[in-house]
């Protein structure tokens, strides 16, 4: 990859787009991961209006640390930073107050987790119209295209996506470049929603590397058949990922009426 290169490009493409559509730039949740950190910065240096907001729900003080301070970097590098920080964890408490019990916790587990997401989601585009800001989401293309590994109408409903035409390995080749801290390049992937150390390894059962691996392969057409062993299993895992989660990676459906139907005449 001609890494300066992409980085020109993208950060000309977010100018364009945010020149024609008539906004004054760009509203960004920074998590102290490697996505956020890369479109954020992406973000910057387009030369316009870059708001960051730091959203903890019983976030791990690592995770939090960690965005503050990639938060101050780029307001170090660039004068049209600014940042806000929304502890969203009383509202999330509230919500859970206020909606029936359950008999089993762990029942509600994943929908608590993207419960979390949605209400991230709806900070950031509370402030996007408070400052006519774009919602710059920070998925990759193994994320948003591959295992659909977000939430539906949380950190996936945003108004644009820089880096979604990006592996996850190429995310960091850019970070690197681009001198993102060493301990968000070096902290485990996670998206934070569990309120604990999980990882996305941990969630998905692969590496990023190998579910890369497993998206090219299923795009030249391979079956489970074509593989054995460790190769075999990433494969079965992509595939279980990419099939239930397809609802998100396509247009809602719509139920279209037969005119015959509609035509009362």
């Known amino acids: 990859m001609q890494t300066k290169k992409v980085i020109d490009y993208i950060v000309n493409w977010l100018k364009d787009y945010a020149t024609n559509a008539g906004v004054n730039g760009f509203v960004i949740g920074v998590s102290g991961g490697i996505d956020s950190a890369v479109t954020s910065t992406l973000c910057a240096k387009t030369g316009l209006p870059l708001l960051c907001l730091e959203m903890p729900i019983h976030q791990a003080p690592s995770q939090v640390n960690r965005a503050l301070k990639h938060i101050d970097w780029l307001q170090s590098k660039f004068n049209k930073v600014t940042m806000t920080q929304v502890n969203l964890t009383p509202v999330f408490d509230s919500l859970i107050e206020a909606l029936p019990s359950v008999e089993d916790e762990e029942e509600r587990f994943m929908s608590l987790a993207n419960t979390r997401a949605r209400l991230r989601m709806t900070s950031l585009y ?15 293309k193994v994320e948003d295209f591959g295992v659909g590994f977000y939430t539906k109408y949380g950190d996936g409903g945003v108004d644009l996506s820089p880096i979604a035409d990006l592996l996850k ?8 470049f681009l001198g993102i801290n060493q301990d968000i390049i070096d902290a485990a992937p996670t998206d934070g929603l569990w309120g604990d150390d999980r990882t996305d390894e941990d969630q998905i059962g692969a590496s990023y590397p190998e579910l890369e691996w497993a998206m090219k392969m299923n795009d030249q057409g391979k079956t489970e058949a074509d593989f054995q062993d460790r190769e075999k299993e990433v494969f079965k895992i992509y595939k279980r990922f990419n099939t239930a989660n397809k609802h998100k990676m396509i247009p809602i459906p719509v139920c279209k009426i037969p005119n015959k139907l509609k035509n009362l005449l």
């Open 126 to 140: 509370y402030f996007a119209a408070l400052d006519n800001l774009l919602v710059a989401g920070t998925g990759n």
């Open 169 to 176: 390995t190429e995310v960091y080749s850019i970070a690197e």
